[in-house]
């Protein structure tokens, strides 16, 4: 029931980011057919070495480990509870975190292993995490 709890409220209650998602599969099908099914999520695997979760659909890049996937699949839990306010929630201080990340890493020369921590352990990644079953 779990997952069609999260598909039902991802195409009412989040539709707008699920739209948004599906906006992308369609382009992301143009350029690769690597698509299954994860936990009731549509899973795109892209040449783009990020992670992005849009509603019921998530991208990673085509050498994720598996843990990227369900963390992603934690962003769809997300957008399934918060909904229409997904986006100007974790869909704005996702990327600032992410951004600033790699200014950390490329710019301030701090190690990459300190800047994830700092990364998963603030929210939303450290709820995307618990929800998407990772342990880091």
């Known amino acids: 029931m ?64 598996l843990y990227t ?16 306010f997904y986006l100007i929630t974790v869909g704005i201080i996702s990327p600032i975190r992410s951004l600033w990340t790699l200014v950390m890493w490329k710019i301030l020369k701090i190690r990459r292993l300190l800047i994830a921590r700092w990364y998963y352990n603030g929210w939303p990644e450290n709820q995307a995490d618990k929800l998407g079953d990772v342990n880091r």
């Open 2 to 65: 779990r997952y069609e709890l999260i598909m039902i409220l991802n195409m009412t209650w989040g539709i707008i980011q699920t739209l948004i998602g599906f906006a992308f599969l369609i382009l992301t099908i143009l350029f690769n057919k690597k698509l299954y099914f994860y936990e009731g999520c549509v899973v795109s695997r892209i040449t783009i070495p990020i992670g992005v979760s849009l509603g019921l659909f998530v991208f990673v890049h085509v050498d994720s480990p």
């Open 69 to 84: 996937v369900k963390h992603e699949y934690g962003h769809c839990i997300q957008s399934a509870v918060i909904g229409p």
